[in-house]
Nanobody
Framework: QVQLVESGGGLVQPGGSLRLACVAS????????MGWHRQTAGKQRELVAR???????NYVDSVKGRFTISRDLAKSTVYLQMNSLKPEDTAVYSC?????????WGQGIQVTVSS
């Protein structure tokens, strides 16, 4: 079973930056898309960013111009560069990889934006 492991989270001041990484335990074949969700207590999980097999990207409006998603298909890895972070970006961020037949999730990593 493929496992996804996130890294790069933590505590950062408003205006700061973090880079999240999500690495699969083995190479994933047949990838359709890779992306990041986030969730805070009492709120629905929201899709933050997504990148397709063709490299097309989508972002939730609240992060456009601040976050950048990228991926390395050969390494089955997806990244999320987060700049100009705001307190409202505080959440647990989880990565995913979808294929023709499966949908893999990471455990999630905490990102806290606070002074």
């Amino acid at each position: 079973q493929v496992q996804l492991v996130e890294s790069g989270g933590g505590l950062v001041q408003p205006g700061g930056s973090l880079r999240l990484a999500c690495v699969a335990s083995e190479k994933v074949s047949g990838v359709l898309a890779m992306g990041w969700h986030r969730q805070t207590a009492g709120k629905q999980r929201e899709l933050v960013a997504r990148v397709s097999i063709f490299g097309d990207t989508n972002y939730v409006d609240s992060v456009k111009g601040r976050f950048t998603i990228s991926r390395d298909l050969a390494k089955s890895t997806v990244y999320l560069q987060m700049n100009s972070l705001k307190p409202e970006d505080t959440a647990v961020y989880s990565c995913y990889i979808s294929t023709h037949s499966d949908y893999y999730w990471g455990q999630g990593i905490q990102v806290t934006v606070s002074s």
